[in-house]
């Protein structure tokens, strides 16, 4: 394995706000090996969550107390070359967390909240919080009844298009347009 190193320096933000710096010795996100990740993972997570719900968001407050789907952040590909991972409220844990090839629908108040975070030049960086909300039956029928919606990594509502992540969400349609984390991080399998 290549030596990794990893540092934690904490420097203040605003006021009495300590904000860690997180860094590590690779450049290329897809580099870092998996103890990596949960090192620099330790290093973020409260920053990003504070982030998050900063202001006041009810999910960018809430989803940390969710269910985690996987055990790990991890790098997909899809959603820049970020790593993410994702909560699931109690409406929608027992079904997403099956991670079930093919099914019928989420059940209707399903919530699903993935933080991501970046590398850039061995740097981490806070990323948006995606989520995805499942509406009653014809609430948004071009996009499979689920309404789409993001944070900034400063806490405030991203302006995004449904079309643009329900066009992707959608070619997974035969699991209610689920793509779920890598299979390698999934809890439980
Ligand atoms: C190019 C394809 C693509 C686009 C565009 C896209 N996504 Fe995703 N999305 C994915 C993939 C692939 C995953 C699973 C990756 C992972 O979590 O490891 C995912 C996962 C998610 C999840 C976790 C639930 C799940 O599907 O397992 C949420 C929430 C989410 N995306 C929200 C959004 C939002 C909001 C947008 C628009 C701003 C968006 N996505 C745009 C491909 C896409």
């Known amino acids: 394995m290549r030596p990794l190193f990893i540092a934690a320096a904490v420097t203040l933000l605003g006021l009495g706000t300590a904000h860690a710096e997180c860094t590590a010795d690779v450049t290329d996100a897809f580099d870092l090996e998996p103890d990596g990740i949960v090192t620099l993972y330790a290093c973020i ?4 969550a504070q982030q998050y719900a900063s202001q006041g968001d009810s999910v960018g407050s809430q989803y940390r107390n969710w269910h985690v789907s996987s055990t790990r952040p991890a790098v997909a590909g899809p959603h820049g070359e970020r790593f993410l991972q ?7 844990a ?7 090839e093919e ?6 108040g399903s ?11 061995g ?7 995606f989520i995805m909300t499942k509406l009653a ?16 990594p400063n806490g405030k509502v991203m302006g995004i298009k449904q079309s643009y992540c329900a066009d992707c969400h ?8 689920l793509a779920y984390p890598i299979e390698e991080v999934r809890v439980g399998q």
């Open 94 to 100: 027992e079904q997403y967390l099956k991670f079930e």
């Open 86 to 92: 994702t909560f699931a409220n109690d409406i929608a």
């Open 123 to 129: 740097k981490a960086a806070v990323g948006p919080l």
């Open 137 to 152: 039956p014809g609430g948004a029928p071009e996009a499979g009844d689920w309404r789409y919606d993001a944070l900034q």
């Open 45 to 48: 997570e409260g920053q990003m």
């Open 103 to 108: 099914f019928n629908g989420m059940p209707v």
């Open 111 to 121: 919530i699903l909240a993935k933080e991501s975070f970046t590398l850039k030049k």
């Open 170 to 177: 959608l070619g997974y349609d035969y699991r209610d347009s």
